[in-house]
């Protein structure tokens, strides 16, 4: 992450950072803290293992080993707000790796990444009901089937 900048020229200057939270920029900081003589290695993709211990450092592994997916969002938005590649790429790996073959998973991240509450549970209730309506219509298609079957029984003459 070594940058050949002149990051002390606007050194007293504050940076507005709306779009990320405290907690999360602490957590970034911890992150260039690490890398800011080095560069981070790059994530081999596809991942090989859903366990990132054997896919990064261990360093990264423990760094974004956090069960709270919010938080990891937080830290994607984060990087991406900041334009910090390697961070950006580890924290998405670590969705790949919570996601890798789980497609239940992957429903139940797809309707977490909604920021606003209230479109998170309309996102959810919607797709509640899309199961019930795939249901109801699965039950109709049997009662169709059904019916035509006992119809053509009775219609069968003896």
């Known amino acids: ?36 003589n080095e560069n981070p290695p790059e994530i081999e993709k596809p991942l090989k293992s ?20 919010e938080e990891i969002f937080d830290i994607i938005l984060a990087a991406n707000y900041l334009d910090i590649k390697p961070l950006l790429d580890l924290s998405c790996a670590k969705i790949a790796s919570l996601i890798k073959g789980e497609k239940k998973k992957i429903i139940f991240i797809l309707n977490f990444v909604q920021v606003n509450p ?13 199961l019930l309506q795939k249901k109801k219509l699965k039950s109709e298609k049997r009662i169709n089937g059904l019916s035509k079957l006992i119809n053509f029984y009775f219609s069968l003459k003896y």
């Not at 211990?53 to 997916?69: C, G, H, T, W």
């Not at 209230?118 to 899309?130: D, G, S, V």
């Open 50 to 69: 859903t366990n990132l211990a054997e896919v990064v450092p261990e360093f990264d592994a423990k760094y974004i080993d956090i069960e709270n997916l």
């Open 118 to 130: 209230q479109k998170r549970l309309e996102r959810h209730l919607t797709f509640k009901m899309t």
């Open 1 to 36: 992450m070594k940058k050949s900048n002149n990051l002390d020229a606007g050194a007293d200057e504050e940076i507005p950072l709306p779009n990320v939270k405290i907690n999360v920029l602490r957590k970034v900081l911890e992150y260039c803290e690490k890398y800011k």
